[in-house]
């Protein structure tokens, strides 16, 4: 026997706050998934420099490196990679039978541990910009 649920429209912007713990944990994890994968095809593009030559390279990088919006995006991409490694470690000892009970804590320790690396790392990825 099956049930059929009314679950509104997909235009009603309104539903996000009869959202879960959990449902915004899968929610930020597909986010920080595509990002990462938007992240992979920039490192390649910019890995591919060196087959131009060791010094196009060198000078990509370092240009790169000298903007202040490029540090700031390292802060970002570290704080994605955290938080998908943690939640994904979430996910894995939930399907292990782990923690079944106490979901929503660990998504939100695993917010909070992303939020104190992320805040953690802002000197080492900001020293020399300035």
């Known amino acids: 026997?099956?049930?059929s649920y009314n679950r509104g429209l997909?235009?009603?912007?309104?539903?996000w706050r009869e959202f879960t713990a959990g449902m915004w944990a899968w929610i930020f994890h597909k986010f920080t998934?595509?990002?990462l994968i938007g992240y992979l095809f920039t490192h390649i593009a910019v890995l591919s420099t060196s087959?131009?030559?060791?010094g196009v390279y060198t000078e990509t990088l370092q240009s790169l490196e000298s903007l202040f919006?490029?540090?700031v995006l390292e802060?970002?991409?570290?704080?994605?990679a955290v938080f998908h490694i943690l939640n994904g470690v979430r996910l894995l000892m939930v399907d292990l039978g782990v923690g079944l009970e106490s979901q929503d804590k660990s998504f939100y320790a695993a917010l909070i541990v992303t939020g104190l690396i992320a805040i953690a790392s802002v000197p080492t990825?900001?020293?020399?910009?300035f």
């Open 75 to 80: 802060v970002g991409l570290l704080s994605v």
């Open 1 to 3: 026997m099956s049930q």
């Open 125 to 129: 990825f900001i020293e020399g910009v």
């Open 10 to 15: 997909v235009e009603d912007f309104g539903r």
């Open 69 to 71: 919006i490029v540090r």
């Open 33 to 35: 998934g595509w990002v």
């Open 51 to 54: 087959t131009i030559g060791g």
